[in-house]
């Protein structure tokens, strides 16, 4: 082994402390350097330094390793998908980047910085499995598993709501693609599921996937599929673009997507054909895209996350999901449905919440949405042993986001601008109006002197439903 011009010591306190896997070899492709963390492959620093790296790994093959690439280039590979076995015959996948080292300008060695991302190479095969399995379902299943999704489930009686519900056969009698802009929890997914069924593809794939779940290396993988011999460790795989073909792809937190992907997906769309990574055969697919964001698009735009090319594709039909706080009358039915539902799945007989909840639900922000809700009913529904939820076993004291809305006051500033002193007051007299009325709008429109249907637009701009169900609770 040649001598390296490194000092050992100088390596080791750069990357003794680092939690990723980091591997060192010289030009003889020795290993002169592991660190604790790659146990996690199974090497061992006490039987390892010092030996080639084709003896330690001996299923590795000198075309496909990475570290041999970059000897021979100079040049760095990051953030590469590798799967191998090592030489205790366990099979692992690790998200690697691997950098060429220099003293005075000469190469004298390769260093790899990796993660293992087994467990998680390991779920997405899985989920590819899982979406195969469900799109060879019986006709039966599949009949089942579409009614489930309609507009009808999509529950709740607020004018926002409605409109969505009422686009729904609409957008499903087309294949453009959808672009969706929803705050975390809202029920993005389960528009998409709605429209899908209404589709007259209804009994064709429906395939979901969360962008930012997966890591970059493997994303790719997932969607585009992979060939055997393609990359180290690489098999025969479908991407979801093949297993969601004559149906429905909806790609969540599409701006996680890395802008290589971004430009991949493009020329997916543009073209209708896929081809595997390895591969050279491309795949004709007939696939509606629904892309969704919780970010407002003008931002990720504007921020370089998401192509605008990209989005301009993608943003044939726009929909933006309303958030819970902005929606607040529908909280008592989606409270009735997630009591009824748990009082199933948890064999009880709860009839509801106290007027004490209640209230605190109709002022609670609801940073989490519909989500937040469903698991605030499923943790009282688990801890609850009376009749009625009540607000202790809700424990609001739990949640980080617990706040009450700020009353809205009129308060004349030196600096504050015209148009918002002009909207605080408007608010306010709104609000007294309803107050005055008991709720009645058609009252509150009367006392105002405005129509009652300029009255209703500005409850909507203002967010006042929820204070117009509050004013009718207290006034029971």
């Not at 529908?330 to 009735?336: A, F, G, K, M, S």
């Not at 309803?434 to 405005?450: H, M, Y």
Request: a neutral charge; proline letters at 4%.
């Amino acid at each position: 082994m040649r001598d390296f011009p490194l000092e050992r010591e100088s390596i080791q306190q750069i990357f003794s402390n680092l939690r990723d896997g980091v591997l060192v070899v010289d030009l003889d492709l020795h290993i002169i350097y592991i660190n604790e963390s790659t146990k996690a492959i199974g090497l061992r620093t006490e039987t390892d330094i010092g030996k080639s790296l084709f003896t330690v790994f001996p299923n590795l093959k000198k075309e496909y390793s990475s570290i041999v690439k970059v000897l021979s280039t100079g040049k760095p590979i990051i953030n590469q998908s590798l799967s191998f076995i090592t030489y205790r015959g366990e099979r692992k996948t690790t998200l690697t980047s691997t950098y060429p080292m220099y003293k005075d300008g000469v190469l004298v060695g390769v260093f790899e910085v990796f993660q293992d991302i087994s467990a998680i190479e390991e779920l997405s095969k899985k989920m590819v499995k899982l979406q195969k399995k469900h799109q060879s379902s019986s006709p039966i299943q599949e009949s089942q598993s579409s009614s489930v999704f309609s507009e009808e489930t999509i529950l709740g009686q607020s004018e926002e709501i409605q409109e969505i519900k009422q686009k729904i056969p609409i957008l499903a009698k087309t294949k453009s693609p959808i672009f969706i802009y929803g705050e975390t929890g809202t029920g993005k997914e389960l528009i998409v599921q709605a429209i899908h069924a209404a589709s007259t593809n209804q009994k064709a794939p429906f395939v979901a996937q969360n962008c930012a779940a997966i890591p970059e290396a493997l994303l790719e993988g997932i969607l585009f599929g992979t060939t055997k011999g393609g990359f180290t460790g690489a098999e025969d795989r479908p991407g979801l673009f093949e297993l969601a073909h004559t149906g429905t792809l909806f790609l969540d937190e599409i701006n996680s997507m890395p802008a290589s992907l971004q430009a991949k997906l493009l020329r997916v769309i543009q073209e209708g054909k896929v081809r595997r990574i390895g591969g050279q055969k491309e795949f004709s697919i007939q696939v509606r895209i629904v892309a969704a964001t919780n970010i407002h698009p003008e931002v990720i735009v504007q921020s370089g996350e998401l192509r605008s090319d990209l989005y301009y594709r993608l943003n044939v039909i726009y929909l933006e999901v309303p958030t819970l706080r902005n929606r607040k009358e529908d909280i008592p039915e989606l409270v009735n449905y997630y009591v009824d539902h748990y009082n199933k799945e948890f064999q009880k007989s709860i009839v509801g919440v106290d007027i004490e909840t209640m209230n605190f639900f109709m002022n609670y922000e609801w940073p989490g949405n519909i989500r937040e809700l469903r698991n605030l009913i499923e943790r009282a529904m688990n801890l609850g042993v009376e009749a009625s939820i009540h607000l202790k076993d809700i424990e609001p004291h739990t949640l980080l986001s617990f706040h009450q809305k700020a009353p809205v006051s009129f308060q004349t500033h030196e600096n504050q601008k015209l148009r918002d002193a002009i909207r605080n007051l408007e608010i306010k007299m709104v609000k007294e109006a309803l107050e005055q009325s008991a709720g009645n709008v058609s009252k509150a429109a009367r006392q105002l002197d405005i129509p009652q249907q300029t009255l209703n637009n500005k409850i909507k701009k203002f967010g006042l439903r929820s204070f117009i169900y509050q004013i009718k609770m207290n006034t029971q």
